[in-house]
């Protein structure tokens, strides 16, 4: 009887600190009028093309793209990359041995939402799990050797489309809606969200820098960037975008930015997977 | 010094056209370390010379204002199979070369 | 363009190269005709005289600029020159750099054609000057470089 009553009364719970979930529209629903947005903002763009970024609609800046492309500054870094995978760990397993699907071709699987656990996977995290399950130190989030690790098996995925769910599950609906807040947000002392930037108003110049849709913007990860002078994973980039409207970046893998990664990346679903890829 | 070009030559209608990108500094010598505030001393290829076999078809003379990592296209005539040879000085002395085949 | 293969492509030739490299060249060999006052020259007059002997130059829409409007980066920003006449070197500057000289190319044989990425510290032209039978002739293209909204 005693365990009836609570779980009444977790499900009361439950029931009344949840409708925050019950937005307004569904992510398929969400998922259609953002894809939209851009495509009546820029019908001459070809919608495989949004991966790459603002050259999808600069002609100018695609041209200094696709010379640089010629010897593209990532390659060194996929050598890396490779290296790190194919060497055996202390205990002689490799990466291959904990990744799904032995971690070649796997970049577009991530994140992906985990019945499980009822959180987000993303391909940073499970590598730094897989090190961790096998006595290795757990490597740093933004950029360095996770990003060439990154940069190796998001060019082994290069192709495969992003087919991101997020499945009916409450826990995989919260996270969703985070990642959607996150987005449309104001913060900062400049009181700007990202989609003040990358949605309404993409195509605007801000100084010399063109504003990037964000359609696709999670296909290319890790990026090269001339800025950086070297890879960045896409948390280094949210950081990044944070601190420039000032305000304060949260941390590598924490649960906002798994949230948002979740929410961008699902809003590209359908596109190729074109990592690692060079940008300003 | 050794794995600091990289090259492509293609033949094409008797014309070759290279390009090639070459691993170097290019520091001008005018950029300051971040930490030290001291002038970063300039570290740049001074010459760039290119050979289709034992002829001299192109020879350049650079300053630090090439961009990092310095990218070079240029076109001779030649045909598949010849020999092309791309070599560097820089202002410190050291030197790279490769050849290539083209294609 | 498929950057799979490309990429791939580079990989396999970089690897012939580096086997067949060797030192076919040595610095005393070169270093004597490298025109280091040129390269020092703070204006493009004196920079022209000391790269290419002369700084007098007549304008030419012969001489094709290829570079962006708007650099997306002003250390790499790509350059193409070529043109349609009998070149004997092409010489590339950019007026606004503290020191305009940016490279000078002898064609030895080499068709009328150079590209290259250079460096450019503010909004100036890009000048490119062309030697002909013995004349010098010069086209520009100005190039914007701004520094970005985003930090960059």
Redesign the interface.
Known sequence: MRKFVFAVSAALVVGLTTPIIVSATTPQEDLKAFRNYYYEKFPDVPKEDYINGIYSLNK??R???????????Y?EF??KGEEMFNTPFANGKTYADCLPKGGIGTRAMYPHFDKESGTLKTLEEEINKCRKANGEKPLKYNKGPIANLTAYIA?TS??EKFDTEIPNDERALALYEKGKKHWYMKRGQLNLSCADCHMYNSGM?????QLSPALGHLTHFPVYR??WQGLGTPHRRFG?CNK?VRAAAYKPQSEEYKALEYFLTYMSKGLEA?GPALR? | MAKSI?IRAKAKNGIVTV?A?MNHPMETGLRKDKKTGKLIPAHHIQEVMAKSGDTTVMDAVWGGAISK?P?LSFKYKGAKGDDLTLSWVDNKGNSDAVTAKVK | ?N??T??KR??AVSAVGVAASAGLLTPGQVLAAYPKGAFEAKDTAGALSGAVGSSSFEDSGDIKIKA??????G????VTISTGMAAESITILADSNNSPLVGSFNLQGAEPFV?T?IKMGKTGNVLAVVKSGGKLYANKKEV?????????
């Not at chain 1, 041209?63 to 500054?73: G, R």
């Not at chain 1, 110049?205 to 820098?209: E, M, V």
């Open positions: 100018d800046f041209e200094q793209w696709e010379n640089q492309e010629e010897f593209p500054p390659e996929i050598e060019y290069r192709g110049f801000a100084r010399s820098d001339l800025k990044g420039q074109n300003k | 990289k390009k990108l990592n990218y | 363009m950057r799979r490309l990429l580079t990989l962006p409007d708007i650099a997306e980066n250390s790499v920003v790509p590209s990425r914007k470089v701004t520094i970005g909204g985003c930090g960059g």
